[in-house]
Structures are given as C-alpha cells and as structure tokens.
C-alpha cells in the first residue's frame, strides 16, 4: 500500500517527480527503495501520496526490467511543501548516488480518471500560494498510468513498446520516462514536452495511434489517469541533456531553460489528449 491519503478521496496540491538512474554501487540501495516503499515517507510533512516506482530497460517501457532506472511520484497538499521535499535529505539521497537524476515540482491543470480508486483534482490557488503564479509560461508534464487487465496483457503489450519508442524521439519532447508499479499489469508514463502541438502530434499518429485504438476497442485496462501538468521548478540531468527551472525567479530575471528548453510554453491542451500507452 503506498496511498498515504484515505482511499476515494481526490488528490489535490501539487506534484513531485524524481527520475533516478543509479550508479552501479548503489543499485543495492534502489533495490531497496523499492522493497521498502511508502514506509520511509510516513512522517514527511503535506505528503498525501507516495509511488515508488521502477522501469523498464534504459528507463524505457519494456519487458525487461532496468537494474538502475527508478521513478518517485508524490503528491503534496501545498507547494512551499513539495518544494520544502525537494530540498529535503530523502531527494539528496537518491541524487548522491545516481549517475543521472531529474526533480520536478508540478501543478495538476487537468486530470482524468483514477488512481487507486482516487480521482486527481486540479491544483487550487490555495495550495499553489504566490510562487505557483510566477512560473506560469514554463513547459508542461504528462503523467498516464493503467492498470492492464491481466488477462490482456499480453495484447496491451504488443502495442506499448513502439509506442514508447517512438515517444522517446517524439519531436518537442524533452524528457520521457516508462515506470511500473508491479510488473507487466500497472504501467506508468512521465513525459516532458516543449509545446502543446508537439505532444498532440505524437499523439495521433503511427504507433501511439494504434496502441490508443487498440487499448479503446479491447478495453485492456480496468483503471486508468491521464494528468496535464504545470512545471513550476525542476532540476537535474537525463539523458545527457540540463534542466533548470526555478520556482521564484529574481525580479527581472529569466530563469534558465536556454540550454534544453528554448521558447518553452504551457499553452491549454484540447481535449485531444495521449493514451496511457
């Protein structure tokens, strides 16, 4: 169980994701990680949902287990708290011993269906506070995750691998990430984009399309979340490339995307959205 909210009530606040790729000395560590899940963050102040959560090989979205790939998705009732974790020992930990390691510091804008039998709500100016407000032109997030009924699995993931791949080289997006719960049956997908029409393009075309189309018709999943999300701070390195988002710029100052994310916006997506394959 690593819900730390009571199950059925909506999730609300802001988002935090850690990508990890250990090095090899502390694959022993992350294996832990995962062993231990949720119990480690208990007394972590505004936590309201902690997964931890790992990949498929290279961090993609395959059958074959990464030994170093690691993702951790939580949920916050406020900002200055999510921000207070990313700053905190616990996110220190992870990035002392990976190779590579991305943070980041989210708003919900939309989100539909359910994770654990909790739905997602958007997050409220309540829990973003003054600082929410002024990264407002930063990229944006996608989170999916399904769970795949077991009996169609084997179906879903005839279709999920190309897909994947081809997100992974999707132009306009800058990061993308497989992760799991439990092998094969609960899958998950963070993906970073430029621009709305970047993602929308990806979505509706080759291998996305058909995986979409055959999730649709063959109802391969018994629950399922789409998130649209609002990058309010991030950090780190993945895949070779530097990220560099703060959440409260100096008056006058733009923070620094140049190197990664040149003209970045966060324009308000349709209703046209990507599947969780």
């Known amino acids: 169980m690593q819900a730390i909210s009571t199950p059925h009530d909506p999730l609300a606040g802001v988002v935090v994701v850690l990508l990890a790729d250990f090095m090899r000395q502390h694959q022993g560590w992350g294996w832990l990680r995962l062993v231990?899940?949720?119990?480690?963050?208990?007394d972590v102040p505004g936590l309201t949902m902690v997964k931890v959560m790992g990949s498929g090989h290279g961090g993609g979205f395959s059958l074959r287990p990464s030994?170093?790939?690691?993702?951790l998705i939580c949920t916050f009732s406020h900002l200055d708290l999510a921000l207070q974790f990313f700053d905190s020992p616990v996110v220190q930990a992870y990035r002392s011993r990976a190779r590579e390691c991305w943070t980041g510091v989210l708003s919900v804008q939309s989100a539909r269906g359910q994770w654990d039998k909790q739905a997602w709500q958007a997050s409220s100016v309540q829990a973003l506070g003054e600082q929410g407000e002024l990264n407002a032109k930063g990229p944006f997030a996608v989170l999916t995750r399904a769970s795949i009924v077991p009996t169609k699995a084997m179906a879903f993931w005839r279709y999920a691998p190309a897909a994947?791949?081809?997100?992974?080289?999707?132009?306009?997006?800058l990061l993308a990430m497989g992760l799991g719960e439990a092998p094969l049956v609960r899958q998950c997908t963070f993906s970073l984009w430029h621009d709305t029409q970047a993602m929308l393009q990806y979505?509706?075309?080759g291998a996305h399309q058909a995986a979409s189309a055959a999730a649709y018709k063959h109802q391969f999943f018994s629950?399922?979340?789409?998130v649209r999300m609002q990058v309010l701070q991030m950090a780190g390195v993945w895949q070779g490339k530097t990220f560099n988002l703060l959440a409260a710029p100096r008056s006058g100052e733009e923070q620094g995307?140049?190197?990664?994310?040149?003209g970045a916006s966060a324009q308000d997506v349709p209703g046209l959205e990507l599947s969780h394959v």
Not at 164 to 173: F, T
């Open 36 to 42: 231990a899940g949720a119990t480690p963050y208990k």
């Open 164 to 173: 994947q791949a081809d997100l992974s080289q999707a132009p306009g997006c």
């Open 223 to 226: 629950e399922s979340l789409f």
């Open 67 to 71: 030994a170093t790939h690691q993702g």
């Open 257 to 262: 995307l140049q190197p990664v994310l040149q």
């Open 203 to 205: 979505a509706h075309q």
